[in-house]
Every structure is written in C-alpha cells, then in structure tokens.
C-alpha cells in the first residue's frame, strides 16, 4: 500500500537474512480488516506508508535462525502451524506499560501492517512470507483449529476477549451489540460464551444478522428496517423495560453511541470498541445519559498477548460449535487485493480473507 487512496501494488522483496531468535513465517492468509480499509481512505493518523498491509496472519513456520518455541514453551519445527500476535515492541518499561498498565498505550508498541514501514521489510500479512523478528510473540494452532476459524476470527476475536474483559459481564446479564461486522459478530459469540442471558445484535444486511444468530445472538435487529426510536423501544421490550446491561458498541459510528448509550440500563455499562479512527463528535446530554444514570463508560483500544493466547484457546473449545469459519467470506489472491479492498470497504462481505500465493 504506497499511499492512502491510490491502488495497492505487488512487490518483489528479498527474504531477509534471518538474526538469531528471527523466523520466516509462510503466509496461508491474512484478513482485510475494517482497519485496513481506514488505512487505504488515510483515516489513520502516524502510518508510514508505503507498509504491507495485514495485520492479524497465520500460516506455517518456513525458517527459523536458532531453536525457536512459541510463547507457551513448546519448540517450534518447520512445517508447524503458527500465528503471531501481531503487536510488537511494546517495552514493558515505560508509564504506560508500568504503572497505568495499559501496554496497549505503550509508545514504542508497533503493530505489523499497520505501523512497520515496507522499508524495514516483510512485516505484514499481505506478503508470501512474514518476517517473524526476535521477541514476536507466537503461539503454535492446535489441531482443532483450521486455518480458515483462527483467521475467521482474526483481529475482531482478539478484539472481543479484550471487549468482554472490559464489559465485565455477570452470567445472565443483556448484552446489546451494536455492529455485525467481524468485531460484532465474535462479541456476540464470546457475551453468550461469557454467560449473558441475553444476547441483541444490532446490525445489517440480513445475511449478517443470521450469522449473527449462528454465532450465538438471541435476537437481532437490522438497522436498515428500524429508526433508532424502533430499536430502542424493542430492546426494551427485550428487557422489560430496563435496558441492557452491557452495551458493546462495534459500529464505529457517531451516532451509533448517541444511540448505544441510551440503551443501557441505569447503572450499566457502555464499551466502545467501533471507534478505531476518528468518525466526528457524538452530541450527548451528560446528565440525562451518563451522570444520572449512574452510567460506566470504558473505551477498549487493541488487543494484549493474553487476548491472543485466549482467542487461540477459545478457538480451540469453541470453533466447532461458534462458526467464525463463516466471517471470512471470501479469499482473494494479491492481484485481486483491490477488489477486497473495495468489497470490504463498502461491507459487501463480513471479511475479506487474503492468500498472498493464489
Ligand atoms: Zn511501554
Ligand atoms: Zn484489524
């Protein structure tokens, strides 16, 4: 991707000569998330282009430089399916990661596909091969898990078990989910597997929504058929006229947290996950919305090794039963990386998954 807003282009690299502790991983795929597509319109602030896009990737262990184990202990051969978490260099020694412990606000924390230039190599899931640095945190799949579900699930699972840490469910609660997108869709999944009662997907098109109720959503209601006064009227129809407990927002909207917050019960909760660059002002009433409704407003920004490891696991229980296969609806080779880009950008798919060799 050499700039925002002009076509993506192939090109040729070397593979790197491997340090030691480095490693070379062989691209099975890779997603176009909703974040690659901010990438491509330039919504994102501080990204030095030209990158390789693709963040979240998994495939198998091509070279390594030394004996290499993956973050649980266990050594690593050639072949082995492998993902990596895709955030790197985070210190462990500053503010953010020390005293507020919030590494994910870590200033030296760089993200493959999103903050690695072109220039330092093949760090980004849309080329063949990866370049697996030093201290890359990277987990071997277990057998249980297809390619197809880890990458299914890809960055919106590992976004989710950060979400469902931060909406700090208790069994039995309604959760409302806005966005059926790929975040959406594995929230709503892992609010039922975290034990809420209820679980309301808010979203659109149709097709969606009925993975939506595949993926574990007890109700639904499609965004293009009601006006926000119709969908706050049947989630409290869905809750006796109280409102939800935990509302996730995965819509990235403005007005999708004008209208979120007010689904909430008094006393609930609002995570706001959707708004990972900068759509404009929401217009709220502090008191009536927040203040007097004794209302616990958390963002949740990217994803922590532990989210990693736990998407794997859950993954592994999980993915015969939860279809995240079904999230990546289609697979595109790297000359048809345009038309992924498009298809995602205008949610003609849930995800757009990228096999850098077709
Ligand atoms: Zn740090
Ligand atoms: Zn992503």
């Given amino acids: 991707m050499p ?91 500053c503010l953010a990661c020390t005293v507020h412990r919030t590494p994910t606000r870590c200033p030296s924390r760089r993200v493959y596909g999103i903050t690695d230039p072109a220039s330092e190599g093949l760090l980004g899931g849309w080329a063949q091969k990866v370049y697996l640095e030093p201290g ?11 390619f197809e579900a880890y990458i299914g699930g890809g960055c919106g699972l590992l976004t989710s078990v950060h979400i469902i840490d931060r909406g700090r469910l208790t069994m039995g609660d309604t959760v409302v989910v806005q966005g059926a997108g790929a975040v959406g869709l594995s929230a709503a999944a892992l609010a039922k597997r975290a034990g809420a009662g209820q679980v309301i997907v808010i979203g659109a098109p149709a097709d969606r929504l009925a993975l939506a109720r595949d993926m574990g959503a007890d109700a639904v209601i499609d965004l293009d058929a009601t006006s926000g006064g119709d969908r706050r009227d049947r989630v409290m129809d869905l809750t ?96 048809e990386i345009n038309a992924a880009l498009d298809d995602a950008g205008a949610l003609r798919i849930p995800k757009a998954l990228v096999d850098p060799w077709r």
């Fill in 3 to 93: 700039a925002p807003n002009v076509p993506v282009e192939i090109r040729e690299f070397p593979e790197p000569d491997l340090p030691p502790g480095g490693a070379l991983l062989r691209t099975a795929f890779s997603e176009v998330c909703g974040t690659d597509v901010h990438l491509w319109h330039g919504r994102l602030s501080g990204v030095p282009y030209p990158i390789i896009p693709g963040h979240v990737t998994t495939g198998t262990l091509d070279a390594a430089r030394g004996p290499m184990r993956d973050v649980l202990g266990r050594a690593l051969s050639e072949g082995d399916r492998l993902a990596f978490f895709d955030v790197h260099r985070t210190c462990g020694r």
């Fill in 136 to 146: 890359v945190i990277v987990a071997k799949l277990p057998d249980a898990v297809t």
């Fill in 240 to 335: 006796s006229g109280i409102g939800a407990d935990v509302v996730i927002e995965a819509a990235g909207s403005a007005r999708a947290f004008e209208e979120g917050i007010r689904l909430a019960r008094n006393g609930g909760a609002y995570v706001i996950a959707g708004h990972y660059t900068n759509v404009g002002d929401s217009t709220i009433n502090v008191h009536e919305d927040i203040n007097r409704k004794h209302l616990d407003i958390r963002g949740c920004w990217g994803s922590e090794a532990a989210h990693f490891l736990r998407a794997i696991d859950l993954l592994e229980r999980y993915s015969a039963d939860v279809p995240w296969h079904r999230i990546g609806a289609k697979t595109y080779g790297l000359r």
